[in-house]
Every structure is written in C-alpha cells, then in structure tokens.
C-alpha cells in the first residue's frame, strides 16, 4: 500500500523490452536508503518489485499485462518517473490509500494556470470516469490528487506549487498518457452490489442446522 505522496522523482537509466514485457533500471536517491530486494516501489502509480539494486539504483521487472494497462511502454532512457516506497504501518497518511494496481490511463487534454495553481484536465474512459467523484481522491502516476470536477469525459484536478515541483506531472504536456487509479472503496461497493450468490452452491448449513443435529 501506498498513500500517494511523491518522495522522490527518478530518472530511467535503461530499459530493456522484451516482446511484451521490458526490464527498467531507475536511478534514485532518496528511496534507497533502506531499499532490500523483493521491495515494492510504486513508480508512476504502478507497485513494482525491486529484483536488483545498488547504492544508487533499483531494476524491476514489468509484465506484459502491466505494459499494456499503464503508460510504463513509453518509457524511455531519461524518462522522469515519480517514486515512493511502500507505506509503513506507523507512518502518517497524508495523502489516501494507494495499491498501486491501476485501472487504466488517461490522457492530459488541457493545462491551465490560474494565480499560483495550474489546473489539468484529463480525458478518460467511462469505465474509469464512473468512480471519479468532484472532491473524491484519485491517483495520477502515483500522486494522490483531489478532483475539482468531473464530467462526461473528463476530470479536472487543480495542483498546488509543491506538487509542481516533487512531481512530474507538469513536466507531461497536452496529449501525453498519465496513469490512473480510482478510489478503491467504489470499486468494493460496486463488486458487492452487482454479485448475485450461486443459489445452486448455497450451503444449507446455518445455525439452525447446527442446532438440530447437537453442534450447538
């Protein structure tokens, strides 16, 4: 888990693809401190797991199935990254909870300064914008946001100086991917709303069952 708040960006030193899959090697500062192999970094919103790493740099390995859901594919050498390490238990959460498994991308479609915010307008799919909710939490490319608006087809977040400067979002420009994960607890009430019980599979142990036959 993750809460979303950006401790370090990291810059791409090499990649490695395969047919669908690619090795990445990140150079980074901070987060390697305490780093130990077979940790979880998320790296652009996406939980990865460190497989190599050295006193300045970490590898990880991304499948075919993470390639093709995040905007990870168009990494290249030199390419900005936003880092942060897995949430302690007795850390602050700052920001909201992060898994780390994205629903998907987006794509920037305006960018907008007004006094000392800029606002970003990003352009999404139904199946992500349907948890999208103005003043709800979203994270984009890891960074725990608050959405300002939402609409049919695209959201709205307004980003403060501090997260221009530790993120990486400004540094993305119109028609660029960014990464996107929606609140979880949508997602949990939608599953449960929509499950229908196997009648047919029902067990017919209950308490009055138990009661019957001496178990109770």
Known sequence: ????????????????????SAQI??????????VKLGDSISTNGVCLTVVEFTKDSF????????MRRSNLKDLKHGSLVNLERALKVNDRLGGHIVSG????????????????AT??????????????????????????????YSGLDVFKVSII????EETTLLHKTVGDEVNLECDMMGKYIERLL??????????NIDLDFLTKNGFM
Do not use: C, R
Request: charged share 30%; aromatic share 4%.
């Open 1 to 20: 888990m993750f809460t979303g708040l950006i401790e370090e960006i990291g810059t791409v030193h090499t990649i490695k693809k395969g047919l669908k």
């Open 25 to 34: 090697k990140i150079s980074a500062s901070k987060i390697m401190d305490d």
């Open 59 to 66: 590898t990880v390995d991304v499948m075919p199935e993470t």
């Open 101 to 116: 498994h994205i629903d998907g991308v987006g794509k920037i479609k305006k960018i907008e300064e007004e006094d000392n």
């Open 119 to 148: 606002w970003v307008s990003i352009q999404a799919p139904s199946d992500i914008l349907k948890y999208v909710i103005e003043k709800g939490s979203i994270a984009i490319d890891g960074t725990s946001l608050t959405v300002a």
């Open 161 to 164: 100086p501090l997260t221009k």
């Open 194 to 203: 929509l499950f229908k019980e196997d009648k047919k599979s029902k067990s």
